[in-house]
């Protein structure tokens, strides 16, 4: 999964957040602000890895001038040969849009297919506990070999009000577009009065509400990670 740029407005502040990775390196990305993710914990497998490793600022095609930032995820079926990968900005993030110009990945670069691989765009902030009530998420989840009990290629668009990760009981509204996103587009989250706006390629796809509706500062990350109980014995 690639990203191109990323837009926002700043909570409490009518800001503009900008990003077209343009960087030379990874250090030069932190001091931006960006946090590539280090420690174990959900979500994915257990026992798998994360780091700078997955996580690399490369030019868009051969010979291009302009770069973008690639998230790579690797497994050979246990949790101790599963990379991870996510990269995150500081939780300043409450009403305004976010866009994103994103890559999104069908086929493995090698092995097998059929992987059950999560690549994600999305705004959150922690879950201090079950149900915590201030836990608030507005997510883009691209699932190329289905997931979660459903076996179809489809892209979520996912509002969160809490959730109690085990045993899994979730409170949120979701939308998903069944079909194939291999390729590039682009990826819009509205968080505006009251109401979350979905949007996908220029087309509005999705408004959630109510209860969903964040209450505090969210993360903007991105992430590529398998899901528990999809990976394949051998790949």
Known sequence: MALAFAGAQIAQAQELFFDDFR???LTALADHGWTVRQ???HPGIVGARWGAGSVALVPKSSGATN???RLRATTNGSGEGTQQAQICQQRKFFEGTYAARVRFSDTPVRGLDGDAVIQSFYLVSPLKH?????FSEVDWEYLPNGGWGDTRTRLYGITWQTVRLDPWQAHNQAHEEFRSMDGWHTLVLQVMHGKTHHWLD???VAVHGGRNYPVVPMSLN???WFSPGGILEVS
């Open 202 to 204: 220029g087309v509005e």
């Open 23 to 25: 960087q030379e390196s």
């Open 130 to 134: 079950d149900f915590d009530p201030e």
């Open 39 to 41: 420690a174990p914990g």
């Open 67 to 69: 770069q973008v930032l």
């Open 222 to 224: 991105f992430n590529h």
